[in-house]
C-alpha cells in the first residue's frame, strides 16, 4: 500500500489489541458492504460493539479505519493483478493481457455495483476521507515494473516500449474508463460494450501499433 496516504495508527502491538482492530476492520467492512450512507464514527462504533473513545486508540480519526479497509481491498486486487501479469505466457499478444486485467477489474467493479448503494459509499469515503486523494491510485504504480518485466520477456512484438513514469499515467487513464461508468451510473457500466472500449483503448494505449 502507498505509505504516504495510510491513515495513521496507534500503536497496536499487543495481541489483544491486534484483536480489537481486526473486529473494527470487520465492522467496518461489513457497513461498507452493507453501502451505509454517511459512514461515521457512531455507525462503526455501534457496529462494532467498541466505544468511540476505544476507536480513537486505535485511529487518529475513528473513519480511518473505513480507508483502511479500503486499502486492502485496493491491495488484494492489485497482487492479483500482478499475478496475472507474472503468469502470462510470454507467446501470447498484449491483447490477451489486457483482457485478464480488465476481466479481474471488471469483475470486482460488479460485483461491488450489485449494491448501488455500496459504489457511492465507497466514492462518498475516498473523497470526504482520504488526505490526499490524487495519490489513491498511485497503488497503480506498483503493477508498473510486472509489466515492464512481461514485454522484456514476451516474444510477440505487440508491447510497446514505455518509460516507467509515462506507464503509470497510463495506467490511470486505464483505470478511469473501468471505474467511471459505474459511479456516473451509466448503462454502459459492465456491459460487453464497456469491455471492449477499454480493451481496445489500453491496447492502443500500450501496444505497438506498427
Known amino acids: 500500500m502507498h505509505k504516504k496516504i495510510l491513515p495513521k495508527l496507534r500503536n497496536t502491538t499487543q495481541p489483544p489489541q491486534n484483536e480489537a482492530m481486526d473486529n473494527i476492520l470487520e465492522a467496518a467492512n461489513i457497513l461498507i458492504n452493507q453501502g451505509t450512507p454517511n459512514l461515521t464514527a457512531r455507525k462503526l462504533s455501534q457496529k462494532s460493539g467498541y466505544s468511540i473513545g476505544a476507536l480513537y486508540h486505535y485511529f487518529h480519526k475513528a473513519e480511518h479505519a473505513f480507508i483502511l479497509v479500503l486499502f486492502r481491498r485496493r491491495e488484494k486486487r492489485l497482487y492479483k493483478q500482478i499475478e496475472i501479469i507474472d503468469q502470462f505466457a510470454t507467446d501470447k499478444p498484449l491483447s490477451n493481457l489486457i483482457e485478464l486485467l480488465v476481466d479481474s477489474g471488471l469483475a470486482e467493479f460488479n460485483r461491488i455495483n450489485k449494491n448501488k448503494k455500496m459504489i457511492f459509499a465507497l466514492a462518498k469515503i475516498a473523497i470526504k476521507l482520504s488526505e490526499n486523494l490524487i495519490m489513491f491510485d498511485n497503488a497503480l504504480s506498483i503493477l508498473a515494473d510486472p509489466l515492464i518485466s512481461a514485454r522484456k520477456r514476451n516474444t510477440t512484438g505487440t508491447f510497446r516500449e514505455i518509460e516507467r513514469d509515462e506507464l503509470i499515467l497510463l495506467l490511470k487513464l486505464g483505470v478511469i474508463a ?33
Request: glycine share 6%; proline share 6%.
Open 178 to 210: 473501468l471505474r467511471r461508468p459505474f459511479l456516473e451510473q451509466n448503462p454502459i457500466a459492465g456491459t460487453q460494450k464497456h469491455r471492449d472500449f477499454v480493451i481496445d483503448t489500453m491496447v492502443r494505449l500500450l501496444g505497438n501499433q506498427a
